[in-house]
């Protein structure tokens, strides 16, 4: 019973650090998460970058099919499955490969939104304490024996958590998805009722 009631007691207390290293705790949280914020956005730039690339070698290849069949003479309209044929594969292949690529940015900003609210959470924990020692203010209300209580602080409240955002976020990725998807259906529509216009009108 005796050590139930003391291991309570150790439980029910705070975890008293010195400020100090309170401080540089929060300084290295800090750092951490900077770096890593600015590390996943030249990621999201970089996927930025190859997803243009994409776009342009898409749109490339579909002018050359529409200035293919302005030009041909050897095409006629029963001749329609083929073009089509090759902007079906290609719509495919484009759409797995942007899919791919959103994918990979978007998991990129997520951990970047995660770093960065990481980043703002410690960086306000740090101003309550130099706020602290500006108005001589203890960060631990308890009485402490033969030591400065200034010095000292609840680890419990200026311990910093992984934050993560709320589900409203991922409504952000959803539209990008559906703006994606809804342009490539439109690029589709439109290059399938080309060939069928240059072919058969």
């Given amino acids: 019973m005796t050590d139930y009631q003391s291991q309570t007691q150790n439980q029910n207390q705070p975890n ?8 540089q705790t929060l300084n290295t949280i800090i750092q951490l998460h900077f770096e890593k914020t600015l590390e996943k956005k030249r990621a999201v730039d970089l996927q930025k970058k190859q997803l243009w690339k994409l776009f342009q070698r898409f ?13 041909s ?8 499955w083929i073009p089509i044929s090759f902007l079906s594969l290609s719509h495919l292949i484009f759409y797995v490969s942007v899919a791919q690529t959103l994918r990979c940015i978007n998991g990129l900003k ?14 306000e924990k740090l101003k309550m304490i130099r706020m602290m020692e500006n108005h001589g203010v203890d960060g631990y209300s308890n009485n402490i024996s033969n030591v400065d209580e200034g010095s000292f602080v609840n680890g419990e409240e200026f311990e910093v958590h992984y934050q993560e955002p709320p589900e409203s976020y991922f409504g952000k990725f959803k539209r990008n998805w559906a703006l994606y998807f809804g342009f490539l259906i439109l690029i589709y529509g439109f290059m399938v009722s080309s060939s069928v216009v240059l072919l058969c009108f």
């Fill in 73 to 80: 003479t050897r095409l006629q309209c029963r001749h329609c």
């Fill in 16 to 23: 008293i650090i010195p400020k100090e290293s309170a401080i």
């Fill in 59 to 71: 749109f490339l290849f579909l002018s050359l099919i529409f200035a293919s069949l302005s030009v």
């Fill in 110 to 123: 997520y951990q970047r939104r995660c770093h960065k609210l990481t980043l703002g959470l410690a960086t």
